[in-house]
């Protein structure tokens, strides 16, 4: 299988699914949870469907920024680009708790927020986010490019999809965020506190768990 690496970060990414590693002093090897000796960490998988007008080496940069800022949550994701020719296995699986799905949509929906990326939806076989391309397009600056705003929508409607509809102040999890923010950004930065980040892990757990058996 063909490999993408991205030397800045250590990541790498495989075609159809992305494995996503970090460098040392990043993700934990295998997914082993610290806090737990011998526990792994839940494992969700994050479905991407994308338009056809969308590069594919863009949404690859888009997941590897997303798993950037969601690398400090103890929950290993597995990243699956569902929209190629040929598909991994998994896209072709039945849905579950433990699978998220996202989709870029070309325009906003009629209900979404007048200035999100995205919105979260839930259902009783999974939950979803769309994320509104005409948006990210429009946000884009020669120092916020368009991979990293679908990053940082895609790594926000998921930790909405395990922690509701809350906000933060400031970082990843902020309901707007500043100009600094979108040009700097803060890998890895969430903006939660531990109580919510623990919840965040709590739910990975639980759905994982429901899901193995709902499947037994």
């Known amino acids: ?41 839940p494992q969700l998988e994050v479905r991407i469907f994308r338009l056809p007008s969308v590069p594919e080496g863009i949404v690859k940069l888009a997941a590897a920024e997303a798993a950037r800022q969601l690398q400090g949550l103890l ?5 699956l680009d569902c929209s190629t020719p040929v598909q991994a296995p998994a896209c072709q699986a039945p849905l579950s708790l433990k699978v998220i799905t996202i ?4 325009h906003a ?3 979404a927020t007048e200035a999100g990326l995205g919105m979260t939806m839930w259902s009783d076989t999974g939950t979803s986010a769309a994320l509104f391309y ?3 397009m429009a946000l884009r600056r020669p120092n916020v490019p368009l991979q990293r705003l679908l990053g940082l929508a895609m790594a926000h409607e998921i930790v909405h999809v395990l922690l509701s509809g809350d906000h933060t102040d400031e970082g990843l999890m902020a309901a707007r965020w500043s100009t600094e923010y979108l040009a700097t950004g803060h890998s890895g930065y969430s903006g939660l506190s531990r109580a919510m980040e623990a919840a965040v892990e709590s739910e990975a757990r639980r759905r994982v768990s429901q899901a193995a058996f709902t499947r037994n």
């Open 1 to 41: 299988m063909k490999i993408l690496t991205l030397a800045q970060r250590g990541l790498v990414i495989s075609s159809a699914l992305w494995t996503i590693t970090s460098a040392p002093g990043g993700l934990q090897a295998r997914n082993v949870d610290p806090h737990l000796p011998g526990v792994e960490r």
């Open 75 to 79: 929950v290993t994701f597995d990243w």
């Open 134 to 136: 005409d948006r990210a």
């Open 109 to 111: 929906l009629p209900n």
């Open 103 to 106: 989709r870029i949509l070309p």
